[in-house]
């Protein structure tokens, strides 16, 4: 067990919804980082999250975003679904965040949505 | 671009044999390097990091090796065991604030 929690474990939705991922941190850490991880590719890196600030920005799509919030957990909101987004979607925590990473992120059992 | 990558996407091996699983990245601004496991239906687990500044780092059972002439990182597994059953991840870290993945390769230890 990382420490890192998400929920749902499980999502099923349709097309043209809106879903709402959620991450709990490890205790302490301040940056929570968003994945996602779909069959015919890896990890593919998404936002990062310092103290509540956006830090870093990957291949993430206008129509996804996401916060943190004061007590450090996260939120991935995912809206107008397409059916190519079904995915495992990872959570990542790690107690830095500045510049290159030279620390462990330790991620989060994932969330596996399914759009239909 | 810059990426990583592993050699091989899958390998199988014999349980008590050791495995190796290797890992080339082209980012010379690398400096941290990171192995993770994930199990089937789990999120990736770390297993060892490596800086810049060693060649060997050893854990429990594994054993990471960094060649910076070559861009070349390796993870060993010794005495595999059924569960080590997994794919398997490298990480740099040659980016500003995030990890770039491989493609992952895929551990079968057989009985």
Same mark, same amino acid.
């Given at each position: ?6 929920? /749902? ?60 919030? /004061?007590?450090l957990h996260s939120e991935l909101n995912l809206s107008s679904l397409e059916l190519g987004d ?22 989060? /059992? ?7 | ?13 014999q349980e008590g044999d050791n495995s190796i699983i290797n890992c080339a990245y082209s980012n ?15 999120? /990736? ?20 090796l960094l060649n910076k002439t070559v861009k070349h990182l390796s993870l060993q597994i010794a005495?595999?065991?059924?569960? +080590? ?9 040659? +980016? ?16």
């Amino acid at each position: 067990d990382s420490g890192v929690t998400q929920t /749902p474990k499980h999502l099923i939705t349709a097309t043209g919804q809106r879903v709402t991922l959620r991450c709990s941190p490890r205790s302490g850490d301040l940056s929570v980082y968003w994945y996602q991880q779909s069959l015919d590719q890896g990890l593919q890196f998404l936002i990062q999250y310092y103290n509540g600030e956006e830090r870093a920005k990957g291949n993430i799509l206008e129509r996804f975003s996401a916060q943190q919030f /004061p007590d450090l957990h996260s939120e991935l909101n995912l809206s107008s679904l397409e059916l190519g987004d079904s995915a495992l979607y990872f959570c990542a925590s790690s107690v830095g965040g500045g510049g290159r990473p030279q620390e462990t992120q330790y991620f989060g /059992p994932g969330t596996r949505l399914l759009v239909l | 671009g810059e990426s990583v990558g592993l050699h091989l996407p899958t390998l199988s091996v014999q349980e008590g044999d050791n495995s190796i699983i290797n890992c080339a990245y082209s980012n010379s601004a690398s400096d941290y390097f990171i192995w993770y496991k994930q199990e089937s239906g789990k999120g /990736p687990q770390f297993i060892i990091d490596i800086r810049s500044n060693m060649d060997k780092r050893q854990g429990q059972r594994v054993t990471v090796l960094l060649n910076k002439t070559v861009k070349h990182l390796s993870l060993q597994i010794a005495a595999t065991q059924p569960g +080590d059953s997994a794919v398997y991840f490298c990480a740099e870290n040659g +980016d500003d604030y995030k990890l770039s993945f491989g493609a992952g390769t895929t551990v079968t230890v057989r009985a």
